[in-house]
């Protein structure tokens, strides 16, 4: 069975552009989260998307925002970027809103902002 | 609100000893708890979970993790490391009252397991 994928591996932008990551979650799994994971400060909820709606949002400018595809993929999109916006972003997904499943992750996309 | 603590940043021990990273919490309701392991380069994967009942929980890689409400700790522990477990590990609580799935992580220990 294939894990969470993520593309790409890693991003180059300069301040002010936008970020587009994907992510991929494991088959049959309908929840998708994203976190950011910035050096010295762990990581950060970012979103979580359950058949196709938003369903929670961490303390993150409205820059930062995203979706979920009918086939339960999803898309974070970060706009204006800014230097600390340097980060790893893992994408993580469960089976259900049960709340006990554990989150599968991916390998992240290593964003970098110059 | 929510947290988690890890007070210790790094932990080495050497190989063959028990092994011990700790981990505290703060919730309104229950928790439900998890540890991560995160190698070089990788994402995270899933070590173990508390969700009820024993409070010795047992997961992979021989790790275990003791829930003890009373100090609100959730400590890992393997009793034989391995120079393989070094490693970046993650403490998450889910707090069951807010009704929203997403972890809290705390800021992670980087085990050091010295040969």
């Known amino acids: 069975e294939a894990g969470v994928t993520q593309s790409p591996t890693h991003l180059i932008k300069t301040r002010g552009q936008q970020a587009t990551l994907r992510c991929s979650p494991i088959s049959g799994h309908t929840s998708v989260y994203w976190y950011q994971q910035a050096l010295g400060l762990g990581l950060q909820f970012l979103l979580w998307y359950d058949e196709g709606e938003e369903r929670n949002r961490g303390n993150f400018p409205p820059r930062f925002s995203g979706r979920q595809f009918p086939n339960y993929s999803s898309e974070l999109n970060v706009n204006a970027l800014e230097l600390e916006d340097s980060a790893l972003y893992l994408c993580?997904?469960?089976?259900?809103?049960?709340?006990?499943?554990?989150?599968?992750f991916g390998p992240g996309t290593r964003l970098t902002v110059l | 609100a929510q947290s988690v603590a890890q007070p210790e940043d790094q932990v080495n021990v050497a190989e063959g000893n028990p092994l011990t990273v700790k981990c505290t919490y703060s919730v309104s309701g229950n928790p439900y708890l998890f540890w991560y392991v995160q190698y070089p380069n990788r994402g995270l994967q899933f070590l173990l979970k508390?969700?009820?009942?024993?409070?010795l929980v047992k997961g992979s890689y021989g790790f275990e993790a003791e829930f003890n409400k009373s100090q609100t700790s959730f400590h890992l522990k393997k009793p034989s490391a391995l120079v393989s477990d070094s490693a970046l590990y993650f403490c998450a609580v889910r707090d069951i009252q807010t009704g929203a799935n997403n972890l809290f992580f705390g800021t992670g220990t980087r085990l050091t397991v010295i040969p």
């Open positions: 508390y969700i009820t009942g024993d409070n």
């Open positions: 993580a997904s469960s089976s259900g809103t049960s709340g006990f499943d554990e989150q599968f």
